[in-house]
C-alpha cells in the first residue's frame, strides 16, 4: 500500500459510474480503505462492493445537498479515522445541446448538480484533507483544451471548477494538499454508454467519424486507464505535483 493511504480512507464521490467503478476497484486493490458514494443505481454499488469481496463500502448522496455532504463527511471521517483522498467521479446525464438550444432552468440545474456538489464536497472535506496532507483529484473534461460544439453544459461548469482546482493547489499548498484533475476525452463507459444508446443520439456514426479524425490514437479511452493516472495523482509518487490538469483523451487536445 502507498504510505498516502495508509491512514483514513479513500473517498470516490461517484463510485458507481463507469470511471468511479475503476477508481475503487484501483485503489482498493492497493490495499486502501475505500468508501464510495452512488446518486440512484444502488444495484450498480452494491454488485461493485461484491466485486471488492465485501471490503468497500458505499452510501448514497446527492452532491447538491450541501446538508447531507456535510453530515457524510464527518460520519465517514469518523468511521474511517480520517479522509485521505477525495476522488470526485460524480457524472451526470447532462445532454448535448447548443447553446441556443439551452434554456435558464436548464443551465441552473446543471450548474447546481456540477458546480456547487462539488463545491459543497470540498467545503465539507477540506478540514479531514488538511489533516492527513491529502489531495482532490476530479475527474473532467478534455473539451477544456479543445471545445466540443454541443457539449457547453458538460464544458462550462467544469471550466469553473478547474479554476476552484488550482484555487485549492494554491491556498492549500501550505497545509500540504494537493490537488489535480484528469480532463476526459471519450472513455468507453459509463455515461457515453447511456448517451449512446439514447434515441436521437448525438452519438451517430458521423459524430464517430468526426472524433476518431481528431485522435492521435485511433481509440476510445479505458476506464482502467483513467483509474492508473488517479491512482498516481492521489499516492505518494506525484507528491510535488500540484494544480495540474492531465488529458487523458487519445490526444484529443493536441
Given at each position: 500500500?502507498?504510505?498516502?493511504?495508509?491512514?483514513?480512507?479513500?473517498?470516490?464521490?461517484?463510485?458507481?459510474?463507469?470511471?468511479?467503478?475503476?477508481?475503487?476497484?484501483?485503489?482498493?486493490?492497493?490495499?486502501?480503505?475505500?468508501?464510495?458514494?452512488?446518486?440512484?443505481?444502488?444495484?450498480?454499488?452494491?454488485?461493485?462492493?461484491?466485486?471488492?469481496?465485501?471490503?468497500?463500502?458505499?452510501?448514497?448522496?446527492?452532491?447538491?445537498?450541501?446538508?447531507?455532504?456535510?453530515?457524510?463527511?464527518?460520519?465517514?471521517?469518523?468511521?474511517?479515522?480520517?479522509?485521505?483522498?477525495?476522488?470526485?467521479?460524480?457524472?451526470?446525464?447532462?445532454?448535448?445541446?447548443?447553446?441556443?438550444?439551452?434554456t435558464?432552468?436548464?443551465?441552473?440545474?446543471?450548474?447546481?448538480?456540477d458546480v456547487?456538489?462539488?463545491f459543497?464536497?470540498?467545503?465539507?472535506?477540506?478540514?479531514?484533507?488538511?489533516?492527513?496532507?491529502?489531495?482532490?483529484?476530479f475527474?473532467?473534461?478534455?473539451?477544456?483544451?479543445?471545445?466540443?460544439?454541443?457539449?457547453?453544459?458538460?464544458?462550462?461548469p467544469?471550466?469553473?471548477?478547474?479554476?476552484?482546482?488550482?484555487?485549492?493547489?494554491?491556498?492549500e499548498g501550505?497545509?500540504?494538499?494537493?490537488?489535480?484533475?484528469?480532463?476526459?476525452g471519450?472513455?468507453?463507459?459509463?455515461?457515453?454508454?447511456?448517451?449512446?444508446?439514447?434515441?436521437?443520439?448525438?452519438?451517430?456514426?458521423?459524430?464517430?467519424?468526426a472524433?476518431?479524425?481528431?485522435?492521435?490514437?485511433?481509440?476510445?479511452?479505458?476506464?482502467?486507464?483513467?483509474?492508473?493516472?488517479?491512482?498516481?495523482?492521489?499516492?505518494?509518487?506525484?507528491?510535488?505535483?500540484?494544480?495540474?490538469?492531465?488529458?487523458?483523451?487519445?490526444?484529443?487536445?493536441?
Amino acid at each position: 500500500m502507498d504510505k498516502q493511504f495508509e491512514k483514513g480512507c479513500v473517498f470516490v464521490i461517484g463510485g458507481s459510474g463507469g470511471v468511479g467503478n475503476a477508481c475503487v476497484q484501483r485503489f482498493y486493490e492497493d490495499g486502501a480503505k475505500v468508501v464510495f458514494t452512488y446518486n440512484q443505481n444502488e444495484s450498480a454499488a452494491k454488485k461493485l462492493k461484491e466485486t471488492c469481496k465485501n471490503q468497500v463500502e458505499y452510501f448514497q448522496l446527492a452532491n447538491q445537498d450541501n446538508e447531507q455532504v456535510k453530515k457524510l463527511m464527518d460520519h465517514i471521517s469518523e468511521q474511517y479515522g480520517g479522509i485521505n483522498t477525495i476522488i470526485n467521479a460524480a457524472g451526470f446525464n447532462i445532454p448535448q445541446k447548443f447553446i441556443s438550444e439551452i434554456t435558464p432552468e436548464l443551465w441552473r440545474k446543471v450548474i447546481d448538480e456540477d458546480v456547487n456538489g462539488f463545491f459543497n464536497i470540498v467545503s465539507a472535506s477540506l478540514p479531514y484533507i488538511r489533516l492527513a496532507m491529502g489531495s482532490y483529484v476530479f475527474i473532467s473534461s478534455a473539451g477544456l483544451f479543445k471545445y466540443p460544439p454541443g457539449d457547453v453544459l458538460s464544458v462550462a461548469p467544469k471550466a469553473t471548477i478547474e479554476h476552484a482546482i488550482k484555487g485549492i493547489a494554491k491556498e492549500e499548498g501550505i497545509h500540504g494538499v494537493r490537488a489535480n484533475s484528469i480532463a476526459l476525452g471519450v472513455i468507453d463507459t459509463g455515461i457515453f454508454h447511456r448517451l449512446l444508446n439514447e434515441h436521437d443520439s448525438f452519438f451517430d456514426d458521423k459524430w464517430h467519424e468526426a472524433v476518431m479524425n481528431t485522435l492521435a490514437i485511433k481509440r476510445f479511452g479505458l476506464a482502467e486507464e483513467v483509474a492508473g493516472v488517479a491512482y498516481f495523482l492521489a499516492s505518494s509518487q506525484s507528491g510535488y505535483i500540484t494544480g495540474h490538469s492531465i488529458p487523458i483523451d487519445g490526444g484529443y487536445h493536441i
